[in-house]
């Protein structure tokens, strides 16, 4: 079995790509991602989420929303939130629409845009969540400082993603599931194997968990930290736009 990583996207054609592999895995994103991790991803969303201190009746932006994952999350977890999704898939929105009938309740509008173009004024927001999205957008830094010009001062952004373990020993066990066992599971699930090789190799360009940290105090948030889940091998970072 090979577990080399592959080499990622052209960075020209990285937006392109991603939106075309997200449109195809739509339909059985959801499935797919509990039976990869074995349903643990709900409960690091729950983790993720109470982070955010989320102020009631606030108004909260989840970046990359995907199907709603977060969204409806956060809607949970206090009804009074007015939450907005974002993400540039619309196949990927359509599916977070269809869901969103489903659940009932709750004040959520699902738009297509890019995330380091947001189409928002400037401290909208009174908090922001993106969960695994963070290794795919095709700049970290602008993605950064333009959700850090759309909340207002205080606000919380919460980014939850896969990381890099610090043990060894744990990171190679971790990433011989990862890189040579999920794409197997994935490709059998969602149809699309293609899709969940690209995604554990998204992680191996993507920085440690220090070094995003870093890029959060670098892009204007303050209080930067993380917290690691998992072994290391997911990790929640957060900041507060200054």
Same mark, same amino acid.
Do not use: K, Y
């Given at each position: 079995m090979n577990l080399s990583p592959a080499a990622p996207p052209p960075k020209n054609d990285k937006s392109a790509y991603v939106r075309d592999m997200f449109a195809t895995i739509a339909p059985r994103y959801d499935r797919t991602n509990?039976?990869? @991790?074995? $349903?643990m991803d709900e409960g690091w969303r729950k983790r993720a989420i109470a982070l955010l201190r989320a102020p009631a009746g606030g108004s909260i932006i989840d970046l990359c929303c995907g199907t709603g994952d977060i969204v409806f999350h956060l809607l949970r977890t206090d009804p009074t939130l007015r939450v907005t999704g974002v993400d540039f898939c619309e196949p990927m929105l359509a599916q977070a629409r269809a869901r969103s009938v489903r659940e009932? $309740? $709750? @004040?959520?509008?699902? /738009?297509?845009?890019?995330?380091m173009a947001l189409p928002f004024a400037d401290k909208t927001f009174d908090g922001a969540t993106m969960g695994f999205a963070m290794r795919n957008v095709a700049g970290i830094d602008a993605t950064l400082r333009e959700v850090r010009r759309v909340l207002k001062p205080g606000a919380r952004f919460v980014n939850l993603d896969m990381s890099k373990a610090p043990n060894p020993a744990w990171k190679a066990c971790f990433d011989l599931y990862f890189y040579g066992i999920v794409p197997l599971i994935g490709g059998i699930v969602s149809g699309s194997r293609a899709a969940y090789t690209y995604l554990p190799n998204s992680l191996t360009h993507h920085p440690g968990a220090e070094a /995003?940290?870093?890029r959060f105090t670098d892009a204007g948030f303050t209080n930067a930290a993380f917290v690691r889940l998992m072994g290391g091998a997911v990790a929640i970072h957060y900041g507060d736009a200054s």
């Open positions: 509990r039976v990869i @991790s074995a $349903g009932g $309740g $709750g @004040s959520t509008e699902f /738009l297509e845009g890019d995330v /995003l940290r870093d």
